[in-house]
């Protein structure tokens, strides 16, 4: 069973950047679509970006579009978010999730397309 582990949160200040990493202490992730969500106090978790099972897909939320980048490393098992020009509205609990609801190609974004989730890690961006 994969099962996602979060690491890298914390505090940063706003125009900093940050890398949250995701590791799998089960089953490996790549064969898996994988993707990232947050939930910020008193919001529903939204989905932040995600990369497909292959590999050769991303996708965004308009709001981190340019700012964030997504990618894996299947010799690590590991998804990376490398987040650049924070701001205060990208504090939030940040989850990695992984499920073959994309299929191979596409890229997952709706939260009932991913099947293993991690438990989260804070990230908090000081104006």
């Known amino acids: 069973q994969v099962q996602p582990v979060e690491s890298g949160g914390g505090l940063v200040q706003a125009g900093g950047s940050l890398t949250l990493s995701c590791a799998s202490s089960?089953?490996?992730?790549?064969?898996?679509?994988l993707g990232w969500f947050r939930q910020a106090p008193g919001k529903v978790r939204e989905f932040v970006a995600g990369?497909?099972?292959?590999?050769?897909?991303?996708n965004y939320a308009d709001s981190v579009k340019g700012r964030f980048t997504i990618s894996k490393d299947n010799a690590k098992n590991t998804l990376y978010l490398q987040m650049n020009s924070r701001k205060a509205e990208d504090t939030a609990v940040y989850y990695c999730?992984?499920?073959?609801?994309?299929?191979?190609?596409?890229?997952?974004?709706?939260?009932?397309?991913?099947?293993?989730w991690g438990p989260g890690t804070q990230v908090t961006v000081s104006s």
């Open positions: 999730a992984a499920g073959r609801g994309g299929g191979i190609a596409a890229v997952a974004t709706n939260q009932s397309q991913y099947d293993y």
């Open positions: 990369i497909s099972w292959i590999g050769r897909s991303t």
């Open positions: 089960g089953r490996t992730f790549n064969n898996y679509g």
